[in-house]
């Protein structure tokens, strides 16, 4: 930043300081004085943001700071729906700065006045006006002008009774809001150009229709037409063509009037499948970064969990590719031993050879993934985090993958389910004395609750880390037994899992329950399958086996013919990750707009997490039916 940019981000400063207060709702930042003895990590936890965020707000103090150093950092008490939502930010660079409608701008190398007034959209005497020095002065590289703030006529024009301002939430994408408001991506892209090409911020103003669909049922929703839509702009919202519209809804043939009631696809259920198609003369390059561990004197498979989960991938890896080759795909592999390690992991991505590379699968662990995905934050290669389910949208890295669903996409997963199944049973959360059980009830309980606003949930609490067997019996006493009760676990702590099954599990016959969990971990494998069955046990899943599927059956075979021992989920997991990615990187890296895809036992449905990243939302819904399990969400063809 040159010395004329730091002289008016000082006075830019200076005048935020002076009115702080006054406009404390109106700035989305404010100024901080560091104090004596603080650190950069002192300061960004007091005010409970990340380092990183810190120092990507303030890029001129790189790694410290110093006694009565001015800080930008986030306001607490910002309200982002009071700030200039049509504004077009579209040609503004992190070095501008705007404060108060305007835009300061430092000029660079090449930079012309004919080519400000295009970028900014301003008229020359506009720019002039702002800047009387340039009359005298011309234009030079360093200079700070200012510039007025235009606003987008496109968000003007769409800005209208139809449509209402929208806070973009932690942890939303484009499509958790295209599907809230029962629109295609692409029409909420044209609402807001600017995500379409930087994606979605946290706090960020975006323009939504104002909510009009109602749920019919699993398929199909009602939505009431709005002043001055066409069959154009019905198109286009929600992405089919007239005939569609008008095959469900035949009394569009006499026109598109305001208030018309039209039947339309549940934007839930509607969903592109990918094709397995490998166009001609594709070829793909491709790295593994897996912790083999090959630096080790002695190789413990029999004993390391780790290297047993790790060679079972890769050979699993192996066969996708070759089956792919004897389709006619070209495909290079080469593969690096991270040996489990940060230091080996950031060395490899550091080397300009993974440039080369359309994708890297790997390393397996998040604290790796980090330092991968920030090496190669700009480069070619889609990195992918094939095992980890921890959250990974603090990431930010457009390329990153994760290609197993996390524990809250398994929440939100079962969540949307339930909705789906209700039918007025009676409701009741198991609640643990865990933090883990206080976090996932607090998660689930507004969307239990309105279930059935009118009618109580009912709280079951254990109590010094149990609950007695004769607290179930008088709660059962309690329990209607002309209803279906549905109960939804809260935790997966052994002893907590094994009161709640060894007392639900022996209920009299005459009473109707079914069981929800959140997940289904090792914690269970103590938990007797014919109580599980008793219950009708539900719980998420990243991947479910049908050993007499013809698919399996022949994977199995060929595993069993080069690798002398049958193949292990995680055998399953690699073929099925090196199968779908490569087919879909014969089509490009967009995963999201290609459709879902149902591979040996995993599903691959992407969408966008809040970072930008990329997330497989394939999840399972599995259910006890008898000593059987099933799939109860089934794979639409």
Known sequence: ??????????????????????????KKFMTYRVKSGETIQSISKSLAITP???????????????????????????????????????NINQRD???????????VAKETVFSILKNFNISEEELKQNNPFLAREGLKIGQVIKIPLTVDETLMAVNDENTQPYLVKAKETKYSIANKFGISISYLEDLNPKIAENGLQIDDVIVVPKESLEAVNDD?????????????????????????????????????????????????????????????????KIAMMLPFKSRRDSLDFQNDRLLQITTDFYFGSLIAIDSLKKQGLSVRMKVYDTENNQQVSNKI???????????????????????????????????????????????????LVQERA???????????????????????????????????FNRIIKDIKALNPDKEVKILQTKDGYIKPEEFKVFRDTLDRNIVNWFFLTDND???????????????????????????????NNIDNNFLARVHFHYPSNTFINDRQAAYQKFEATYKRKYFTLPSVYAIEGFDMMYDLLLR????????????????????????????????KGIYIVKYDGLEEKVVNTFEE
Do not use: W
């Not at 303030?58 to 009565?68: E, L, M, Q, R």
């Not at 700065?97 to 835009?103: M, Y």
């Not at 079914?514 to 997940?519: L, Q, T």
């Open 406 to 440: 996390s524990l809250e996409q398994h929440t939100n997963e079962m969540i949307e389910f339930v909705k789906a199944k209700y039918e007025q049973q009676d409701l009741i959360v198991i609640k643990n004395e865990s933090e883990r059980s206080e976090l996932q």
């Open 220 to 284: 199909f929703v009602i939505y009431q037409v709005q002043k001055l839509e066409t069959m154009y702009s019905l198109t286009k919202k929600f992405d089919m063509t007239p005939r569609e519209l008008e095959t469900l809804n035949p009394e569009l043939r006499e026109g598109v009037k305001e208030g018309m009631l039209l039947r339309l696809p549940n934007p839930a259920k509607k969903k592109e499948v990918f094709k397995d198609l490998i166009p001609e003369d594709s070829q793909l």
């Open 349 to 399: 991505s550091n080397d300009p050879e993974l440039q080369e590379f359309d994708a890297v699968v790997g390393p397996m662990f998040l604290k790796n993934v980090k330092d991968v995905s920030n090496n190669l934050k700009y480069g070619k290669p889609l990195i992918l985090s094939p095992i980890s389910t921890k959250d990974h949208s603090a990431i930010d890295n457009k390329n």
């Open 1 to 26: 930043m040159s010395n004329a940019m730091k002289k008016i981000k000082l006075l830019i400063i200076l005048f935020l300081i002076g009115y702080a207060t006054m406009l404390a709702q109106d």
């Open 52 to 90: 990183y965020d810190l120092l990507k707000l303030n890029p001129d103090i790189k790694d410290k700071v110093s006694a009565d150093d001015i800080l930008i950092i986030p306001n607490k008490a910002y309200d982002p729906l009071l700030d200039i939502s049509n504004a077009d930010l579209s």
């Open 97 to 107: 700065i705007i404060v108060d409608k305007f835009i300061y701008h430092e000029i």
């Open 494 to 524: 052994p002893a907590y899992l094994g009161d709640v099954f060894n007392n639900l599990g022996v209920f009299p016959e005459a009473d109707s329950l079914m069981v929800f969990g959140f997940e289904k971990d090792r914690n269970f």
């Open 585 to 616: 990187l014969c089509h490009g890296t967009d995963f999201v707009s290609q459709g879902v895809s149902q591979r040996i036992g995993t599903r691959y449905d992407y969408i966008e997490n809040t970072s930008g990243s990329l997330i497989n």
